[in-house]
């Protein structure tokens, strides 16, 4: 019996698969099919309330994967908490929505990636949102009175707002207690994305009703009801199909799991691998793409050898501090009036730091010597510079163990396998301590501070390390895994006709902010390039 085609079959249905499918499916004449692992959770308070993210974590919206045990970390396992829901990691995240920098998008095109530059993705960015609105005389409770710039004047699907409302007074008196060390960002970072310091974040949260605002209710439910547009939700993408009558092998459709049923579906233009950083490199695995030396042993027969899948994993690492403060959190509130405290996941607040002890002369010889001193040996040939570039990244990786979908990958991203990484980190948490102990923000904190962890020893840098080693986790900010030598600068994999993969593993190098609006115009760009090449509008 054929199989259902259409024109383009998603591979996941998450934040980069539903922005994908809702601009192609704005071609009338396209039949667009999503097939998401995960279920519709729009309805869900946990969702839809921006506090309760964490109680996502561990549930049945988590794909709860696991790192294999981290030396550096005390030997401590460390869960990757990624979304498996319509609307992906966008479903589960904490709504931090933060700009890059021009220097790190840069960057991307630095290493061989002709056209991805800043010029050439602001746009994308500026598509994905509406910047929240400045109410007359709140400029320096939201610690953005020193901006020139108040608006970005975007008009995008996202809702953003300042998390938390306008009143919370963490943001004025970051904004000042930065101020006086000379780093407040000048101006709005969504306009000037050249400097470092201080600024308060947007959150994705819509500012009218409160609530979540991501890819599932932002782009999908507008536009559920086109004909050309269908979601298939608890669909488990077990692989891609070849043809191999011609060279090379050509991606004809995919083979799913649905309700215990195994089916297939066709693609008449293209597959669009959209599963994640994790889980778009295990696919490609199990459908005999990837290092032979991997997928042989498994009985996976070889369609294109590249060896670059699952290389390259790239993440956050996040090291708090709790002190004391006198706040409480207010259930009732927001069920009644969807005002107070949990209208916010809790970051209010950024800073694009340099290590201040790195700045003077000899700070920068120190950094510049611990860089060459730790710096891994390289192969010669065409790729040493980019090698360079990318200094220790590459040891770096997740790869299946299985020829069934179903098996976890093994995951090992290596976090502070480098010492610059720890010792990076360390000097930033040294830095906070005189933060927190200045006016105005100290104000905000019970002195002499009281450090909830035990090992909270700041009083060197030995200590800090140490304090790290026992507490420093995910930012659940996975990416880089389909970026060496698998994809080419329009994201098409290569040697293979009609496959492409758009997600969080096409990100280069990470930018220095929350990854989620990273993606979003990564998809937005993706899906201009799709309709590009074949001449779609």
Not at 114 to 140: C, H, M, Q, R
Not at 420 to 441: F, K, M, N, W
Request: charged residues 20%.
């Amino acid at each position: 019996m054929a199989s259902e085609m259409y024109d383009f079959i998603v591979v996941g249905g998450g934040t980069a698969g539903i922005v994908i499918a809702t601009r192609l499916s704005e071609i009338s004449t396209l039949r667009v099919l999503v097939l998401e692992a995960g279920s519709d959770h729009s309805d869900d308070l946990r969702v839809k309330i921006p506090a309760f993210y964490a109680a996502l974590h561990g549930t049945e919206l988590d794909w709860c994967f696991k790192t294999e045990p981290q030396p550096s970390l005390n030997d401590r396992v460390v869960t990757l908490n990624q979304g498996k829901a319509l609307g992906g990691s966008s479903t589960i995240n904490n709504n931090v929505f933060a700009p890059p920098t021009k220097t790190l998008i840069d960057a991307w095109e630095a290493l061989g990636n002709n056209g991805w530059n800043w010029e050439a993705f602001k746009g994308y960015y500026a598509k994905v949102y509406t910047s929240p609105p400045i109410p007359d005389g709140l400029e320096k409770e939201l610690g953005v009175d020193k901006w020139l710039t108040k608006s970005s004047n975007t008009n995008g699907p996202l809702q953003l707002s300042f998390p938390g409302g306008h009143l919370h007074p963490i943001r004025r008196a970051w904004a000042e207690s930065f101020d006086e060390k000379g780093y407040l960002m000048a101006d709005n970072p969504w306009l000037d994305s050249t400097t470092v310091g201080a600024f308060s974040n947007f959150g994705s949260v819509d500012p009218v009703r409160n609530e979540r605002s991501y890819a599932a209710n932002a782009y999908y439910h507008p536009v559920k009801d086109r004909k050309n547009l269908e979601v298939i939700t608890n669909a488990v993408v077990e692989k891609i199909i070849f043809d191999h009558s011609s060279q090379p092998p050509r991606a004809i459709g995919v083979q799913y799991r649905h309700e215990a049923h195994t089916r297939t579906v066709s693609a008449g233009k293209e597959v669009i691998v959209a599963a994640g950083s994790l889980q778009s490199p295990k696919l490609l695995e199990v459908s005999g793409i990837g290092n032979s030396g991997i997928l042989l042993p498994l009985g996976i027969e070889i369609v294109k050898e590249l060896k670059g899948v699952g290389e390259n994993l790239q993440d956050h690492i996040v090291c708090d501090f709790a002190v004391e403060a006198a706040i409480k959190r207010v259930m009732n509130e927001f069920m009644v009036n969807h005002t107070g405290l949990l209208i916010s996941g809790g970051i209010k607040t950024y800073a694009y730091m340099p290590v201040v002890d790195h700045l003077s002369e000899g700070g920068v010889k120190a950094v510049k010597a611990l860089l060459e001193e730790n710096r891994p040996s390289l192969a010669p040939g065409a790729t040493a510079k980019r090698d360079l570039a990318y200094f220790e990244i590459a040891e770096k990786f997740v790869h299946t163990v299985s020829k069934d979908i179903s098996i976890p990958s093994t995951i090992d991203p290596k976090y502070f396998s480098n010492p610059v990484d720890i010792e990076i980190l360390a000097q930033h948490i040294l830095y906070l301590q005189g933060i927190v102990r200045s006016t105005p923000l100290g104000s905000l904190l019970k002195q002499l501070l009281k450090y909830f962890h035990p090992a909270a020893n700041f009083s060197n840098l030995e200590g800090a390390k140490k304090y790290i080693q026992s507490r420093a986790n995910t930012m659940w900010h996975l990416a880089g895994t389909e970026i060496g030598g698998v994809v080419d600068t329009k994201l098409k994999v290569y040697g293979v006709e009609n496959l492409r993969v758009v997600d969080s593993s096409m990100v280069p190098l990470l930018p220095p902010d929350n990854l989620q609006s990273t993606i979003y115009a990564l998809a937005e760009r993706a899906a201009d390039i799709i309709k590009a090449a074949y001449q779609l509008s």
